[in-house]
């Protein structure tokens, strides 16, 4: 049986993914770093039975969180944490942040967001290769991101 990984490593585990290439970060291309995304997708990590514990999200759109308006591209894990009882407690969000410039192509795209979660009976494959069959992705795929940002926030 393979040892469930703990929630506390996934950030470690998702960076590793993403140096995991022969090349430099600053090298990769949106296709890339969505590869390295879906591989620390396939990971199994300790959550509870409870549905939607384990999650992928795969969301854009043009933003200005903490800056001028840039296309944003966030690849988000989360994953529900339980108290003692097994109740709800909070989630933990490990999002891949791959931030562009702002470009009337990237800007026509709007924004969009679909969620995949391990215990709904879905394919994995299938929901990546959907998104892939996006016209957006035709449009970001081979992009650079001029900002690369991974970080964990409880929400």
Excluded at 13 to 24: H, I, N, V
Excluded at 61 to 66: C, E, Q, S, V
Excluded at 117 to 136: I, K, N, V
Aim: glycine share 10%.
């Amino acid at each position: 049986m393979t040892r469930r990984l703990s929630v506390d490593e996934a950030v470690g585990l998702l960076e590793g993914e993403l140096g995991s290439g022969q090349r430099a970060l600053d090298d990769l291309v949106t296709e890339d770093l969505w590869l390295a995304f879906l591989r620390f997708g396939r990971r199994l990590f300790d959550v509870s039975g409870t549905p939607d514990a384990d999650g992928l999200l795969f969301q854009y759109g043009t933003h200005a969180f903490d800056g001028p308006p840039a296309f944003t591209l966030d690849l988000t894990r989360q994953f529900e944490i339980s108290d003692s009882n097994g109740d709800h407690d909070h989630y933990v969000q490990v999002h891949c942040e791959l931030r562009y410039g702002l470009a009337p192509a990237l800007e026509a795209l709007g924004s969009f967001d679909s969620w995949f979660f391990h215990d709904a009976g879905d394919d994995l494959e299938e929901w990546a290769q959907g998104l892939t069959e996006r016209a957006a992705w035709a449009t970001i795929h081979r992009l650079k991101p001029t900002e690369i940002r991974v970080h964990q926030e409880q929400v």
